[in-house]
């Protein structure tokens, strides 16, 4: 557009992009923290001790994840709507067509070989994403694209170790990860459909899909799987709010203590 | 005894403080354990993301501490029995009557005023403990003890932030404080009624007992909570496996998958 622009339309133009930016770390934040609840089911319940513990402190990283990056949301929520948000009342007062988080992240924890591909696929993923985002013009952004990336690297290496473990197991294993496999991929290619937020952010989603579908396909190769078409027909709508039947359960579960008491600290 | 002692009844003694020590390994570790399960009760559960945070990393750390008991307990057993114990064999395959927990770490995790009491109570005598095993004549127990005190210290010092702030606080948090206090009480004394294995072990537990009353009364008056007194009657039988009426519901589900699917890793 060449035509000179009104303050009014400038001012409308900086908040559309404020809330842009407010859509794209919430995306961001509800995805790890959907996940890390998802992934505190096996909280003492993991089939070993270490392996409890593994993958607690998975959770409790990108928990931590989560927490910045609606810690930044509230804060530009609170400036632009002039309304108090924070951290918690982003996470336990939103509804579920609010959450933007990718469909993959709410799907049930099922067995080991399906909590740890699903682990997997969302680590590759992420790792792709924050290494883009440490080049973002928010700095706030790329800080904490790098402080998370220290650990998604971790998370990367230790889901890699158990795919390959698996796949090249026993038979018993290598049929456990195919059904989890076969069940988890549809839900791959959503992280891969660029959100209109996304784009106005700056992301670009098909490098990350490159990227992905490389580091993938190596692990799975020394696995002994053989890796599913990336350009099948895929579900999608996490991002938009719509959600899988899953959905309102993890958050009734998660959101219940502070909807029945707000704000108290019990 | 000066008369002479054969070598045979050298064998027993030395077979019956391995014993002991293999008891007294469990009953740390075990209590660590079913602490450990108990508060992981709150992972995705706490009050706020913060606090949810928090009561998960001191989770991991009790874990940690109960594996490293049972490690050293299960390389004990192996050795003198002839049969391999492994440290998950030892959480997901003893019975109710095996397990050597205080009583105080069964308890149900309760609000989160009785959930941070316990853990209060209980950074406090670990830390008395662990503090005198410093000097233990088993080096692998000393080094045990080391390691863990520096975590241990940090429980103390945020159970006792906690323990003021709600005491100090509002009505409502004074009040719920109170009620849990007049719960998790009577399970106090257990800690410091010694069983054989501790005697056996050269652990004192009036010197703790006299330092624990001394820190608890402290943080209390800074509360503004009274102390309550700590000669009354106790419960007590946890270092004996005779457990309340919750011990059975926490390994049913903490074992269930194990005892259903052996070593497998599902």
Redesign the interface.
């Known amino acids: 557009m060449n035509s000179p622009i009104t303050n009014k339309a400038t001012d409308q133009l900086i908040n559309q992009s404020t809330d842009q930016l407010i859509n794209f770390l919430l995306s961001l934040a509800d995805s790890n923290l959907i996940l ?2 998802r992934n ?2 096996w ?3 993991g ?7 593994a993958i ?2 998975i ?2 990283d990108i ?2 994840q ?2 910045n990056f ?1 810690q930044y949301a509230a804060e530009l929520i609170s400036q632009s709507s002039g309304e108090p948000a924070t ?2 009342s982003l ?1 336990y007062f939103r509804t579920e067509r609010e959450f933007k988080n990718l469909l993959l992240c709410e799907l049930p924890k099922g ?3 399906q909590s740890v591909l699903r682990q997997f696929f969302y680590s590759i993923y992420t790792k792709g994403l924050y290494t883009q985002l440490l080049n973002s013009k928010d700095d706030r952004i790329a800080a904490i694209a790098e402080k998370s990336l220290k650990e998604v690297n971790y998370h990367v290496r230790w889901s890699s170790e158990w795919i390959i473990r698996m796949g090249d197991g026993t038979e018993e ?1 290598n049929q ?1 990860l195919k059904n989890a496999l076969k069940y988890l991929w549809p839900f791959t290619g959503e992280m891969f459909i660029p959100a209109d937020f996304e784009k106005d952010n700056g992301v670009d989603l098909s490098l990350v899909k490159n990227e992905w579908q490389k580091n993938v396909q190596n692990v799975f190769e020394e696995a002994t799987i053989a890796t599913p078409d990336i350009n099948m027909v895929m579900q999608s709508g996490g991002k938009q709010g719509i959600h899988t039947e899953y959905m309102g359960f993890i958050l009734a ?2 959101q219940y ?2 909807r029945t008491y707000p704000n ?3």
Request: proline fraction near 3%.
């Open positions: 890390a609840q505190g089911e909280c003492g319940h089939p070993v001790l270490e392996q409890d513990i607690t402190n959770t409790l928990l931590g989560g927490r609606y951290e918690d996470a067995d080991w070989a294993s456990r579960e998660m203590l502070q108290a600290e019990w």
